[in-house]
C-alpha cells in the first residue's frame, strides 16, 4: 500500500531535550516536506527536500532541522525544544512531475 | 513570497445547501492551485485542483473556479451532506518555489 508514515505520533517532553520525529515514504518520491498545524494558521512549511542530500528552508523553519541520507526517509530534528514548537507536524510528499502531495497521519507534540 | 487568505473561517449551512469558500492569492505566477479536506483528526487529503490554464473544474458535487485577472479562487460544493463537515484548506504554488503555502482553513459544519 503507498504511504506515508510517521513516528511517534504522539509526544510529550520537555523543553531542551532533543527529539526526532521520523518520516518514510514507500512511494518513490522526490519531493518531501515538513509542515506544522497551528489553530488558525493552516499548515506552514517547515522545510522541505526535493531529492537526496537536497534540502532547503520553508517558511517556519526556525528550531527545526532535516536531513535526507535516503530518498524514502526525511526525519525532524528538534535539537532544543521549546514550548513554542507544540503543534501537530505532517510530513508530505510528491512525485517529480506530479502536483499531487499525500500526507503522512500526523504528530502531536506537546513540549512542556 | 506567496500569502493565501482564506474566507471563512467558519461556515454552516443546511443539508442540501451549497458552500463557497473563497481563496486570494498574492503572487501572479503561482500556477497550481489545490483544495484540500480535512477530517477531525485525520490528515488533509486532496479533493480537487486547478491549473492556472483552466478556469474551472467540476467533480461530481465539488468545482473550483479561478480568476487569473482577480488573483482568487473558489470551491464550491453543491447539495451538501453531514459527511461534508471538516475543515478545508486552500493552497497555491508556483513551479520555481515547488512548495504550495497554505491559506489558514475554513471549518465547514453541515446541519442535519
Known amino acids: 500500500e503507498a504511504q506515508v508514515t510517521q513516528n511517534p505520533r504522539y509526544l510529550i517532553t520537555v523543553t531542551g531535550k532533543k527529539l526526532t520525529v521520523t518520516c518514510s515514504q514507500n512511494m518513490n518520491h522526490e519531493y518531501m516536506s515538513w509542515y506544522r498545524q497551528d489553530p488558525g494558521l493552516g499548515l506552514r512549511q517547515i522545510y522541505y527536500?526535493?531529492?537526496?542530500?537536497?534540502?532547503d528552508k520553508g517558511d517556519v523553519p526556525e528550531g527545526y532541522k532535516v536531513s535526507r541520507k535516503e530518498k524514502r526517509n526525511f526525519p525532524l530534528i528538534l535539537e532544543s525544544p521549546s514550548p513554542n514548537q507544540t503543534s501537530l507536524y505532517f510530513c508530505a510528499s510528491r512525485g517529480s512531475g506530479h502536483n499531487e502531495q499525500f500526507f503522512g497521519p500526523g504528530t502531536r507534540l506537546t513540549v512542556l | 513570497g506567496e500569502n493565501v487568505e482564506q474566507h471563512p473561517s467558519t461556515l454552516s449551512v443546511q443539508e442540501g445547501d451549497s458552500a463557497v469558500i473563497k481563496c486570494t492569492y498574492s503572487d501572479s505566477a503561482s500556477n497550481y492551485f489545490p483544495w484540500y479536506k480535512q477530517e477531525l483528526g485525520k490528515r488533509p487529503q486532496l479533493i480537487i485542483d486547478?491549473?492556472?490554464?483552466?478556469g474551472e473544474k467540476k467533480d461530481q458535487r465539488i468545482a473550483v473556479t479561478l480568476n487569473k485577472t482577480a488573483k482568487h479562487f473558489s470551491l464550491h460544493i453543491t447539495e451538501t451532506q453531514p459527511e461534508d463537515s471538516a475543515v478545508y484548506f486552500c493552497?497555491?504554488?508556483?513551479?520555481?518555489?515547488?512548495?504550495?503555502?497554505f491559506g489558514s482553513g475554513t471549518r465547514l459544519q453541515v446541519q442535519p
Open positions: 527536500s526535493m531529492n537526496v542530500e537536497v534540502t
Open positions: 486547478i491549473r492556472s490554464n483552466v
Open positions: 493552497a497555491a504554488r508556483y513551479t520555481g518555489r515547488r512548495a504550495l503555502t
